[in-house]
């Protein structure tokens, strides 16, 4: 079993800044591929980004490309998303997720754990 808990959601204005934090416990945390994914209000989930055991592999959905920055640190446990030049569509909740298996995946059905969920709201 593995807890996720994220942090780092707020307010901002478009064109600022954030970075996401999640912090992991339980099983090995370093064992396996994670993700970001968010949903705006009215709307699905969709995937954000993802990253490989190593942090060496990551993938990015479109919208974000060139903007956010995903990360991790399996000797502290925590998984990070940096939010640079944030726009007003970016306004959602956003959950980390992990997987047992190495590969990334865009699919929330891949994953097997989630977290709560923190709040971005970008005003204009």
Not at 6 to 25: D, K, N, P, T
Not at 109 to 122: A, H, K, L, N
């Amino acid at each position: 079993q593995v807890q996720l808990v994220e942090s780092g959601g707020g307010l901002v204005q478009a064109g600022g800044s954030l970075r996401l934090s999640c912090a992991a416990s339980g099983r090995t945390f370093s064992s396996g591929a994670m993700g970001w994914f968010r949903q705006a209000p009215g709307k699905e989930r969709e995937f954000v980004a993802s990253i490989g055991w190593s942090g060496r592999s990551t993938s990015y959905a479109d919208s974000v490309k060139g903007r956010f920055t995903i990360s991790r640190d399996n000797a502290a446990n925590t998984m990070y998303l940096q939010l640079n030049s944030l726009k007003p569509e970016d306004t959602a909740v956003y959950y980390c997720a992990a997987r047992p298996g190495l590969g990334i995946r865009t699919q929330g059905t891949e994953y097997d754990y989630w977290g709560q969920g923190t709040q971005v709201t970008v005003s204009s």
